[in-house]
């Protein structure tokens, strides 16, 4: 059967899907894809892949596709990031049997994704990604699609995607937003540089930002001119966000523990979801949040679950006539419902009319006494201090600054002792370092066997035995 192409490839293989689960690391699991597919989304997608990994590691393989096998996770598209066009149709030819279409990811802002040199940080290697999608294109049985982040400018955008469309891409999913609008700099996902690229493109078009409810699907569509629309944090907070419900969290929560029985997926993932759907309810029961974050076991899991149900549900009882959900909530804490990211701090905006993430994170770290990572690692170790004045003091080494031996003869740290020890042809018993002791032994080890000249003393310059000592010593 011959490969199927462009809007053919959307209406016949993947249904003419209009809502769509993003791909998500460790997120979109086969299990949150079930979920989601029972609520009203018609095509998802796996994890992010790596592709180098995937190729190399059978049992990475096994973890992440081929144990996640399932009839009713389809259509399915896998995503894999990847720097080199031979690695990454490996991977793809490895994972073809198991979906509908490969996805290359260009759209990861991360921090990884930088160091790695993939996702967004590729956008720029047009001459790499034309490679790249071309051979996907000519060795593969299933279709290769793209998802990307925007350019600043509106039509460097559309020139990024007719490149991809003029290589072999099928598909393109836009993400209205730059790679570096992430985190508390997000802020609102461009429409018009989607819909400029549906406009430029003849193969469909996915729009990915700005999505909250169903309203907001059909609104994009309607906008755009999209053929369909993918959620991520939306759909995180809000399984049933595509059929345009905003039910109890417990509801969903149930439903998900009750799939991940049966597929299971790693319990740091099945913790991760239940935080998202609980956000807003664990804002007022901060207690259970710790208690979530420590438990070690599914059922423990869903044992905080149903303590969150239970304290909902005392809400709703106590709860007056005509009362009005807290904050900017558009529905009370038990009730599905969006998250809006907080963006920079005013303060931050009238500097210079923006702020750095590692500025936001210093401010809250010098807020809170402790940042993040410490405060994680605070919980895991309870005796774990961060005091500079209650580390233990090392005396520098004189020459490097590095911790110096305390019984060396030269306070030196190892290293710079023994290349003096050596350069002096002397002693350290602190580091174990006996250069003149092996000397003197050698020379008069020497001077006892018959046939040999009397050996020279010490210092009274011996190349020979000195450079033959030296050597088996430095050895």
Same mark, same amino acid.
């Given at each position: ?6 809007f053919?490839?959307?209406?016949r293989?993947l249904?003419?899907?209009r ?6 690391v ?12 029972r609520h009203?989304a018609?095509?998802? *997608?796996t994890?992010?892949?790596?592709a ?7 049992n990475?393989r096994?973890? =992440? ?10 259509p ?5 990031c990847?720097?080199?066009?031979e690695v ?11 979906c ?6 260009l759209?990861?802002p991360?921090?990884?994704?930088k ?7 590729l956008q720029?290697e ?16 299933v ?22 469309e ?15 609008q ?15 690229v ?5 193969i ?20 755009t ?12 907070? =809000? ?7 905003s ?11 009750d799939i ?23 804002q ?8 979530l974050?420590?438990?070690? %076991? ?6 905080v679950s ?12 106590r709860?007056?006539?005509?009362a ?6 558009? &529905? ?6 969006? *998250? ?7 303060g ?9 993430k590692r ?15 410490k ?18 003091? *090392? ?10 031996? =305390?019984?060396?003869?030269?306070n030196?740290?190892r ?6 020890? &050596?350069k002096e ?6 580091h174990?370092l006996?250069?003149? %002791?092996?000397?003197?032994k ?5 001077? %006892?066997q ?26």
């Amino acid at each position: 059967m011959p490969k199927l192409q462009g809007f053919e490839f959307w209406s016949r293989t993947l249904g003419g899907a209009r809502h769509v689960v993003a791909p998500m690391v460790d997120q979109s699991e086969l299990a949150w894809r079930l979920l989601s597919r029972r609520h009203g989304a018609q095509l998802c *997608y796996t994890p992010m892949l790596h592709a180098q990994v995937f190729v190399r590691d059978a049992n990475y393989r096994k973890e =992440n596709l081929y144990c996640d096998v399932c009839p009713e996770d389809r259509p399915l598209i896998v995503q894999f990031c990847a720097n080199d066009p031979e690695v990454f149709v490996q991977a793809a030819l490895l994972a073809q049997d198991y979906c509908d279409a490969i996805d290359l990811n260009l759209g990861c802002p991360q921090m990884i994704a930088k160091r790695g040199h993939y996702g967004a940080f590729l956008q720029e290697e047009w001459d790499l990604l034309q490679r790249m999608i071309q051979l996907a294109h000519e060795k593969l049985s299933v279709p290769v699609t793209c998802k990307i982040r925007v350019f600043s400018e509106i039509d460097k955008t559309v020139r990024y995607a007719q490149m991809l469309e003029k290589a072999g891409c099928q598909l393109v999913t836009v993400h209205g937003r730059t790679k570096e609008q992430k985190g508390p700099l997000s802020g609102a996902a461009s429409w018009e540089h989607i819909k400029a690229v549906r406009k430029a493109v003849a193969i469909p078009v996915f729009a990915n930002g700005n999505i909250r409810s169903l309203q907001d699907v059909e609104r994009c569509i309607q906008d755009t001119g999209v053929q369909g629309v993918m959620s991520a944090e939306g759909n995180l907070h =809000n399984p049933a966000l595509f059929e345009g419900r905003s039910p109890a969290v417990w509801e969903l929560a149930e439903e998900y523990l009750d799939i991940v029985r049966l597929h299971p997926c790693p319990l740091s993932c099945v913790r991760a979801h239940l935080f998202k759907l609980w956000h807003h309810t664990l804002q007022v029961h901060q207690q259970l949040r710790d208690e979530l974050a420590k438990v070690k %076991t599914l059922e423990g899991i869903a044992a905080v679950s149903q303590a969150l149900k239970l304290r909902c549900q005392e809400d709703m009882s106590r709860q007056e006539e005509g009362a009005q959900p807290a904050g900017d909530l558009p &529905f009370f804490h038990w009730i599905c419902q969006p *998250y809006v990211r907080p963006g920079p701090r005013e303060g931050s905006k009238e500097n210079s009319g923006g702020c750095s993430k590692r500025a936001l994170e210093e401010e809250e770290a010098s807020t809170d006494g402790l940042s993040k990572n410490k405060q994680k690692k605070q919980l895991r170790n309870p005796h774990k201090t961060f005091d500079p004045s209650l580390k233990p003091k *090392y005396a520098k080494c004189d020459q490097c600054g590095n911790p110096k031996g =305390n019984r060396c003869v030269f306070n030196l740290c190892r290293g710079c002792c023994k290349k003096r020890a &050596f350069k002096e042809t002397a002693d350290c018993p602190g580091h174990g370092l006996l250069f003149k %002791t092996k000397l003197e032994k050698s020379l008069t080890w020497k001077g %006892t066997q018959p046939g040999r000249q009397e050996p020279p003393q010490v210092g009274s310059g011996a190349p020979g035995a000195f450079s033959e000592v030296m050597g088996s010593a430095l050895a």
